[in-house]
């Protein structure tokens, strides 16, 4: 029952704050051929096409019927799934499931973001509850500023210690060729930039970007003549089980991310995924998470993740290196972020990240992060999984 | 009042600004300085697409060949609305329809005016009238007319 | 490049149910804060739902809890954006945070009074403080603030 | 295909406005009843993929409302937006693939919550469209006139699904709109878009729908009445309704075409038992029966006068009433499967279908059926 797969192509726009030379479909369409490019198909190779974004984001209704001039989809099974900023590492999914029921062989799944056509955070607010949060609720910019704040407190860690992870992610993005921001910053930078929503500061937090993504998922066989060193999809797994902001646990590890990552190892057999892991591409939104979810990762004991950072564990080159892309505080076209989490994992697994290849690759771990903690994790890796 | 039959009457009011793009720049370019509908044409398909496609949905190629079409066309469909919706610009009964510009493989969404009417049928030959003042979107064409108008 | 603006206005009857609306309800008449109590496991739910999540359960033991509790987060902020309830930028700076109320377990979203981050911290006790003319919504509750001589706990 | 049962439905009744009721209160109860109907505890459930859509719902990440209430607490979990069928199709991708079980599928929509015409507009292209100001009425009526004009087919005609459909209903108890009433009528009716009539139309309604799909090891286990899928395929056509002819249900033909291999049918008048398909408004019950080759493509005038698609005809069409008689957006489709379930299990009381062993049930998404979701199921 169910079949192996594995992703045997990627294409991303050049990710940038404002791209009003193309409209939202001809912008997928960019992403789309791109990755039809890299894996030498057609567009009449492909089975199906699953598309992901949130709708008051753009003002459409029914993404996945607007696009399909764009999406390859046109007279084919086009299917929409939508869970927030998971949405990319949902599309993700959803394309892995696609494959693995044996009913697609070829799946092309795409996520985008035009940033630039909306007021984000409004946007954003609407994802709260109308009535008991969206009065209060300063979208995902405060949001996670309320989490910060928490993590300072719990863990006694300071803006300094955050600090050093946009500092590493921008440093990373330079090497990126579709990276949004592109130029290196320091810690005192992200400390003395405009205070946005205490504690978080300008430099913490994601950009707002233009840009899409699309990765091409093939079953064994087709996977086997399409791509020479296809990146195999271990493991996948999702988790969200809040209705309220305010319902999610304070104490522990980030606990829907925490759940999906202990399923994902004990079913792929991994014990120690600060060793076996090669590299990871981690939904980091703000500085914060970026450090205080890496906890939840299970690579370090909890509270321990500044000091894997400030040791240096997770730049380029040390034992567990993170976002070697730049990472979305580099790079946040939304609704294909998560996504492009998946398209960098694959491209490490498969040696075919250029500047920014962490040598040796061979098992990545992709995160994606939404709403009120939802949280998506794919493993994938150059050996075909058992 | 019944603790459950509370309601709250909220809105969702946020901005948009979509990019036309370059080809849909050019598409209303036309439109507003020039009077002109111009469509492009898929080079392997040689299908004629308005709006203007930069690549073709089907043989997902570029697209660079423009080229004018109309002013002339078919009344594919129609429909008189009689309802009132905020969505509508002009005030009900109107018509809408479907138009094939001549030399155009597509159709086109748009108001059907200048006639009575009851007096509109599918089929018939119909042309743009643009509106004096031009700002560069659809709205530019007031509405199609029919070539001749039966008494 | 040209753009197309539009500025949908979207109105939505949101309903609030049986157990949003006995909330509202509390917070008009009787200025007082009800969750709800999961009859398994006896966490306190504010605002009050229907579904213990965690348990899958009907809940229907709404409990009253306490006007007063402990700053469990916050934040002030301080950059503009649009309200999408209006429309209009929303004033800031302001102040809001989550509280974990005396007798409830899950936190409540709500204004604080101050909006000097420098003077809040995570550990003090607040307090609801009421609107005088109370119209049967989340703004009845004007913010929490400080209780006086209250140190982080 | 490996097979996969549906072993439990769940719906609300079906009403213009359930002001009492949040999103959650509806899919906890469709869930609930879903789980009692598969006589199986939530605990029995691996995965869980909920169908809502953040412009009818007025909240971005609309699942977010229901996660509680369709118990998904600590299990995988994903949301599409679309209509159920398609909903339905992810669960049942998911079981094939061999990481789960059991897929509980939870759909649910409050049409007196929002504004039709304006969610609807929406739909369209923001560019070249939406400024005219289409909507689900106004592009429907444009296709009704198409295909009308192109085919012959009368006003009368699409009148009977209506009539057949509302009748129909009677028999179904979480219908919304049920009553005898004839082509007259319909005719009489208020015009809203010519050739659309109100009696021609769906109404706004609230409501959720929630079915339970298993794996053959677990059907067997639990259930003594499964309902096999035998077949699902979906498909879409253009964007632009200038890019479409839309008197040619081109995406339904490719769905149904698909569908029809999968299930080995190659007749399908004769030998589907029981279809519930997505009539919308009235015309789209005949085109959709021509698209999905229950007649030749111009014949769903005669087809739906010939009387085979009553309840006592040869392929019963709709004996639930259909869409036309509750019209949740996104559940309507889940519905469709769900009514199909209980009519191969013979449960259908007045509205039950002699001997239905085989059924079909079909679902859309966008504007005038721009894609189309058909399931076949088998008692």
């Not at chain 2, 299908?47 to 004018?68: A, D, M, Q, T, Y």
């Not at chain 2, 597509?106 to 108001?111: A, K, R, S, W």
């Not at chain 4, 609309?62 to 159920?84: F, I, P, R, W």
């Not at chain 4, 259930?223 to 200038?242: E, M």
């Amino acid at each position: 029952m169910g079949q192996r797969v594995a992703i045997v192509g990627t294409g991303q726009t050049h990710h940038r704050s404002s791209r009003k030379d193309v409209n939202g479909v001809e912008l997928i369409q960019e992403a789309t051929s791109r990755a039809l490019e890299d894996a030498g198909l057609r567009r009449e190779d492909i089975d199906a096409v699953v598309i992901g974004n949130m709708d008051h984001f753009e003002g459409i209704n029914y993404v996945d019927m607007w696009s399909i001039d764009g999406n390859g989809g046109l007279h084919k099974p086009v299917m929409k799934v939508t869970t927030g900023g998971t949405t990319g590492t949902t599309v993700a999914i959803a394309g892995y499931y696609h494959v693995a029921s044996g009913l697609f062989d070829t799946v092309l799944a795409i996520g985008w973001e035009k940033n630039s056509e909306s007021d984000t955070t409004a946007a954003i607010i609407t994802c709260a509850d109308p009535y008991w949060e969206r009065p209060t609720f300063g979208g995902a910019v405060a949001g996670l500023a309320t989490a910060a704040c928490e993590y300072m407190h719990r863990y006694g860690i300071t803006e300094r210690d955050a600090a050093l992870v946009a500092v590493r992610d921008r440093k990373n993005a330079i090497k990126n060729p579709y990276a949004h921001l592109r130029k290196q910053i320091t810690v005192e930078e992200v400390l003395g930039s405009p205070i946005l929503a205490y504690p978080i500061k300008l430099l913490d937090i994601c950009p707002r970007t233009d840009g899409a993504c699309a990765v091409i998922f093939a079953s064994e066989d087709k996977a086997k003549k399409i791509a020479d060193k296809p990146a195999w999809v271990h493991q996948v797994s999702s988790r969200h089980n809040y209705t309220f902001l305010t319902d999610i646990e304070r104490s522990g590890r980030m606990p829907t991310l925490y759940e999906a990552c202990m399923e994902v190892y004990k079913n792929a057999g991994i014990r120690d995924p600060l060793h076996e892991l090669d590299v990871i591409e981690m939904y980091t939104p703000s500085s914060f998470a970026g450090l205080v979810w890496i906890d939840a990762l299970g690579v370090c004991d909890e509270g321990e993740a500044v000091k894997l950072v400030s040791d240096g564990a997770t730049e380029m080159g040390g034992e567990l290196p993170i976002n070697p892309s730049g990472g979305v505080i580099s790079t946040n076209c939304i609704g294909a972020t998560g996504l492009i989490r998946v398209a960098e994992a694959a491209m490490q697994v498969s040696g075919r990240a250029g500047e920014h290849q962490i040598e040796g690759a061979k098992l990545a771990l992709a995160t994606g992060f939404g709403g009120c903690s939802w949280s998506d994790v794919l493993l994938i890796g150059s050996a075909k999984p058992n | 009042m019944v603790s459950d039959e509370i309601v709250y009457h909220g809105k969702i009011k946020v901005p948009y600004e979509w990019s036309v793009g370059e080809y849909g720049s050019r598409f209303f370019y036309e439109l507003k300085e020039n009077r002109k509908i111009w469509a492009t044409r898929c080079s392997r398909c040689k299908k004629v697409f308005i709006p203007p496609r930069k690549s073709c949905p089907n043989c997902f190629v570029h697209i660079g060949e423009w080229l004018e079409v109309g002013p002339g066309g078919n009344l594919i469909t129609f429909t008189i609305v009689r309802y009132s919706a905020q969505t509508h610009i002009t005030s009900a009964p109107f018509a809408m329809g479907i138009v094939q510009l001549d030399g155009s493989d597509t159709g086109l969404v748009h108001l059907i005016g200048g006639v009575d009417i009851e007096e509109i049928r599918s089929g018939m030959r119909v042309k743009p009238v643009f509106k004096e003042e031009r700002k560069g979107n659809l709205l530019d064409i007031l509405y199609f007319t029919p070539l001749e108008v039966t008494p | 490049m040209l753009t197309i603006s539009s500025e949908i206005e979207l109105p939505y009857n949101y309903s609030l149910g049986k157990y949003g609306g006995r909330l509202v309800t509390e917070l008009k008449h009787n200025s007082r804060i009800v969750g709800i109590k999961c009859p398994e496991c006896g966490h306190v739910y504010v605002p009050p739902r229907r579904v213990c999540g965690k348990c899958f359960i009907e809940m229907d033991e709404f409990v009253e809890v306490s006007n007063s509790g402990i700053l469990q987060s916050f934040t002030v902020v301080y950059f503009t954006f649009l309200d999408p309830e209006t429309g209009k930028k929303r004033p800031v700076p302001y102040g809001y945070g989550r509280i974990k109320l005396d007798g409830a377990n899950s936190d409540f979203l709500c204004f604080l009074e101050e909006s000097d981050f420098e003077k809040l911290k995570i550990g003090v006790r607040v307090e609801a403080v009421y609107n005088e003319n109370r119209v049967g919504s989340f703004k009845d509750i004007k913010y929490f603030k400080k209780v006086e001589g209250s140190d982080p706990s | 295909m490996e097979r996969v049962a549906i072993i439990g439905i769940g719906q609300t009744k079906y009403e213009r406005e359930k002001r009492g009721e949040t999103f959650a209160d509806l899919v906890f109860e469709v869930v609930t009843k879903a789980l009692n109907d598969a006589k199986i505890g939530i605990e029995d459930i691996d995965n869980v993929v909920t169908v809502s859509n953040d412009f009818w719902d007025g909240r971005t990440i609309s699942s977010m409302a229901v996660t509680e209430a369709c118990g998904s607490y600590g299990k995988n979990v994903s949301t599409v937006e679309g209509d159920g069928t398609f909903g339905a199709f992810y669960g049942l991708m998911r079981i094939l693939s061999g990481s789960f079980r059991s897929t509980l599928v939870v759909s649910h929509c409050k049409g007196s919550e929002g504004s039709n015409h304006l969610i609807t507009n929406a739909i369209f292209n923001p560019i070249y469209e939406r400024a005219i100001g289409l909507d689900s009425i106004s592009s429907s009526a444009l296709q009704a006139r198409r295909y009308m004009e192109k085919y012959g087919i009368t006003e009368e005609q699409c009148a009977l699904a209506s009539v057949k459909n509302h009748k129909n209903a009677k028999d179904n108890p979480f219908s919304q709109i049920a009553m005898d009433i004839c082509v007259e009528d319909v005719m009489n009716s208020k015009a809203l878009s010519d050739p659309i009539k109100l009696l021609d139309s769906s109404p706004i309604s609230d409501g959720a729908c929630a079915i339970i799909l298993a794996d053959e090891r677990m059907a067997k286990r639990v259930t003594t009445r499964p309902v096999w899928v035998k077949g699902v395929s979906h498909s879409a056509d253009a964007y632009n309704l200038g890019d479409r002819d839309l008197a040619e249900p081109d995406a339904l033909i490719r769905a149904a075409q698909k569908v029809y291999d999968m299930a080995g049918i190659q007749e399908p008048l004769r030998e589907i038992d029981v279809a519930e398909i997505y009539d919308a408004f009235s015309y789209q019950e005949l085109l959709w029966s021509e698209g999905l080759g229950f007649c030749e493509r111009g014949k769903g005038g005669r087809l739906i006068e010939s009387g085979k698609t009553t309840k006592e005809g040869m392929l019963p069409i709709n004996p639930s009433g259909g869409v036309l008689s509750a019209h949740p957006v996104l559940v309507a489709g889940l519905a469709r499967i769900a009514e199909i379930t209980i009519q191969l299990r013979g449960e259908g009381n007045g509205r039950q279908v002699d001997g239905a062993k085989i059924g079909l049930a079909h679902g859309i998404n966008g504007a005038c059926g721009q894609a189309h979701c058909v399931w076949i199921l088998e008692s």
